[in-house]
């Protein structure tokens, strides 16, 4: 299946590279290419993508403001949002998760991985970059109920999946993770299913602020750059 993909970034010039990239690739097209957010908005309701690659800082209507309509629209509930952007700030971070977004990269990323990354979103899955999984946790752990211990959080999961829910809190994708431990991305999948379904969790971001609040995942201490 073709995965359909809506762009939305003012540089014309970085927008027509991600349609050269996307383009070169069998299994995806480019269906339209947004300049501001309201257009982005326009351009998902008319063409229904399968993902929408979403810059945030943009003339008029932002991109999270476009994510929070986009991801509202019943008739676009297929549609994932990824978030590409120069800006992995925590504030940006924790409002495009809070909107829907599916996945939040920043745009030092390589062609490869902004190709896995589409592909990961439109398979259903959310990922985010480290830097963007540990301005999250940060932001997560700065708050009285993440900094609460929480023993025995962990204990309805397995050690499989303990072990992929720690991989998963250190920003690596399913295929990343696959890779690491030698097993399918489907694998990952169902590991990371089950655990969000003992857990209660509702999406990959509170699986991994889970991670850390219960210490599978420690955050490092600022190093000293004196």
């Given at each position: 299946?073709t995965?359909r993909?809506?762009l ?14 996307i ?8 269906v339209?290419?947004?300049?501001d ?7 998902a309701?008319?063409?229904v993508p ?9 003339p008029?209507?932002d991109g999270?403001?476009?994510t929070?309509?986009i991801?509202?629209d019943d008739?676009?509930?297929?549609t ?17 998760l809070?909107?829907?977004?599916s996945g ?7 062609p ?22 540990r301005?999250?946790?940060t932001r ?10 929480a ?10 999946e ?7 809190a ?5 295929d990343?993770?696959?890779?690491l431990?030698?097993?399918s991305?489907?694998t990952?999948r169902?590991?990371?299913g089950?655990a969000?379904?003992?857990?209660g969790a509702r999406h990959r971001?509170q699986?991994v ?18």
């Amino acid at each position: 299946m073709t995965i359909r993909v809506l762009l939305a970034d003012d540089q014309a010039l970085l927008a027509g590279t991600f349609r050269l990239l996307i383009e070169s690739n069998d299994d995806m097209e480019v269906v339209g290419v947004a300049a501001d957010g309201r257009q982005a908005v326009e351009l998902a309701r008319d063409t229904v993508p399968d993902v929408v690659v979403m810059d945030i800082r943009m003339p008029g209507t932002d991109g999270l403001t476009a994510t929070e309509e986009i991801c509202r629209d019943d008739a676009l509930r297929t549609t994932r949002i990824l978030i590409l952007t120069t800006f992995e700030i925590d504030e940006y971070v924790a409002r495009a998760l809070r909107a829907g977004a599916s996945g939040f990269l920043g745009k030092d990323v390589g062609p490869q991985e902004l190709l896995d990354a589409i592909r990961a979103v439109a398979a259903g899955d959310m990922l985010l970059s480290p830097t963007a999984t540990r301005s999250l946790i940060t932001r997560y752990l700065a708050r009285p109920e993440g900094r609460a211990a929480a023993p025995g959080l962990l204990d309805a999961l397995t050690a499989r999946e303990r072990e992929v829910m720690a991989q998963a809190a250190e920003g690596l994708s399913n295929d990343e993770i696959a890779a690491l431990m030698h097993v399918s991305p489907l694998t990952v999948r169902t590991h990371i299913g089950r655990a969000m379904t003992k857990l209660g969790a509702r999406h990959r971001a509170q699986l991994v602020a889970m991670a850390y609040q219960s210490g599978l995942v420690r955050v490092d201490p600022p190093r000293n750059r004196g």
